[in-house]
């Protein structure tokens, strides 16, 4: 009886911190877990930052739940184009990361995202964009710098998008 109980204990404290891994909603790796894992970046490994473009606006027009619903099939989106060269995070409310191992093409795996996306809204009734930036961790780097990099290059892309959508 005590062994059974033993593995009983054992088995729901391994399965209670692996769940801990996992963004609840999404299924991807959460925020705790990507805090974690980027302070171990190495030399040649690339962080992407994701964020979807003005998802307030799908909240408001389309209630929470439907925003819930686009969240998960955007987070089984990045990591159907990432997920084989890297691992995927959801680490803020519409945004995602992803730490790319050092022999990622990144330029064909956001452009395979980016299709992917829009392959994604000719399914939903609503218009969702996602906009990235990335950036490779090099020598003399600390991870915040590169966090950094990548945080501001997806703002950049994310105010280039905003001002060709004016244009047209």
């Given at each position: 009886?005590?062994?059974?109980?033993?593995?009983?204990?054992?088995?729901?404290?391994?399965?209670?911190?692996?769940?801990?891994?996992?963004?609840?909603?999404?299924?991807?790796?959460?925020?705790?877990?990507?805090?974690?894992?980027?302070?171990?970046?190495?030399?040649?490994?690339?962080?992407?930052?994701?964020?979807?473009?003005?998802?307030?606006?799908?909240?408001?027009?389309?209630?929470?739940?439907?925003?819930?619903?686009?969240?998960?099939?955007?987070?089984?989106?990045?990591?159907?184009?990432?997920?084989?060269?890297?691992?995927?995070?959801?680490?803020?409310?519409?945004?995602?990361?992803?730490?790319?191992?050092?022999?990622?093409?990144?330029?064909?795996?956001?452009?395979?995202?980016?299709?992917?996306?829009?392959?994604?809204?000719?399914?939903?009734?609503?218009?969702?964009?996602?906009?990235?930036?990335?950036?490779?961790?090099?020598?003399?780097?600390?991870?915040?710098?590169?966090?950094?990099r990548a945080d501001s290059?997806?703002?950049?892309?994310?105010?280039?998008?905003?001002?060709?959508?004016?244009?047209?």
């Open positions: 009886r005590i062994s059974a109980t033993l593995c009983l204990c054992l088995y729901y404290t391994y399965n209670t911190s692996l769940t801990d891994l996992f963004d609840k909603l999404t299924g991807i790796l959460n925020q705790s877990t990507y805090l974690k894992r980027i302070e171990e970046l190495k030399v040649g490994q690339t962080v992407v930052i994701l964020d979807i473009d003005d998802f307030k606006i799908t909240n408001d027009n389309f209630g929470h739940q439907y925003g819930d619903n686009c969240l998960k099939v955007i987070a089984k989106t990045i990591k159907s184009a990432f997920g084989k060269h890297g691992q995927c995070y959801r680490i803020g409310g519409d945004e995602f990361a992803v730490i790319l191992k050092n022999n990622a093409k990144i330029d064909s795996l956001i452009a395979q995202c980016e299709k992917n996306i829009a392959d994604t809204q000719k399914k939903f009734d609503c218009p969702v964009s996602v906009s990235s930036g990335y950036c490779k961790y090099e020598h003399n780097d600390s991870y915040e710098t590169v966090v950094q290059n997806m703002y950049n892309a994310k105010k280039q998008r905003k001002a060709l959508n004016s244009i047209k």
